[in-house]
């Protein structure tokens, strides 16, 4: 069990360029989770994946944010045309589902800077 | 809706002194209450959780919270404080509904050891 990983753990980009983060869940962890965390704010439910169905995405997340789990494997999260307000920690967890409650694993982060 | 208040968003103790982080919760049923550590640029280790077993549950590190369903409070607690102790701490709160149990986060509080 190697955990969640997450690439890159650093990103610095200028305003109006994409990025694309991705996400590596514990294997065989069936759901996966989308997080963001903005300085001194506890982190914020983005989207998640139940295998590759996406089943609900937040208000917190614009169109031009898109998240895909193409084989229920990995995750990535594209943000377009950045803006400065998009500066944030992107966190992903993961868990597996198997009757009672599950428990999310989270990555370190993916530490996003919009110039 | 749920909800998670974190009393003190900053907490000093000194080095072997009692800790204690409050966390109060909302929910219309009964919730699944977690703590959360994050050490500085990094993702969030699961401390302890509860989940409608045991009132009091114990956690990695010697940290403990007892759920109070009379006062909707899950605090934190660790008998005597440790340097490595220093960390930022969130308690959030799951609304079991058989569908996206995602997590809903406090502001978090950062610990601060003082030798």
């Known amino acids: 069990d190697t955990g969640v990983s997450q690439n890159p753990r650093h990103k610095i980009t200028k305003r109006g360029q994409n990025v694309t983060f991705r996400c590596d869940p514990i294997s065989e962890h069936n759901r996966l989770y989308w997080y963001r965390q903005t300085l001194g704010q506890g982190p914020e439910f983005l989207t998640y994946?139940?295998?590759?169905?996406?089943?609900?995405k937040s208000r917190l997340l614009s169109d031009r944010f898109s998240a895909e789990r193409p084989k229920g494997s990995f995750s990535t999260l594209e943000i377009q045309r950045t803006e400065q307000g998009d500066s944030a920690m992107y966190l992903c967890a993961s868990s597996l589902v198997a009757g009672g409650t599950e428990t999310q694993y989270f990555g370190p982060g993916t530490r996003l800077l919009v110039l | 809706a749920q909800s998670v208040t974190q009393l003190g968003s900053h907490v000093s103790v000194s080095e072997g002194a009692l800790v204690l982080l409050r966390c109060n919760y909302s929910?219309?049923?009964?919730?699944?209450l977690f703590w959360y550590v994050q050490y500085p640029n990094q993702g969030l280790q699961l401390l302890l959780k509860?989940?409608?077993?045991?009132?009091l549950v114990k956690g990695i590190n010697g940290f403990e919270a007892e759920f109070k369903k009379s006062e909707t409070s899950f605090h934190l607690t660790k008998p005597s404080a440790h340097m490595s102790d220093a960390a930022e701490y969130f308690c959030a709160v799951i609304v079991p509904n058989f569908g996206n149990e995602k997590l809903t986060f406090g502001t978090g509080t950062r610990l601060t050891i003082i030798p």
């Open positions: 929910s219309s049923v009964p919730p699944y």
């Open positions: 994946f139940q295998n590759e169905a996406q089943l609900e």
């Open positions: 509860y989940t409608s077993a045991a009132t």
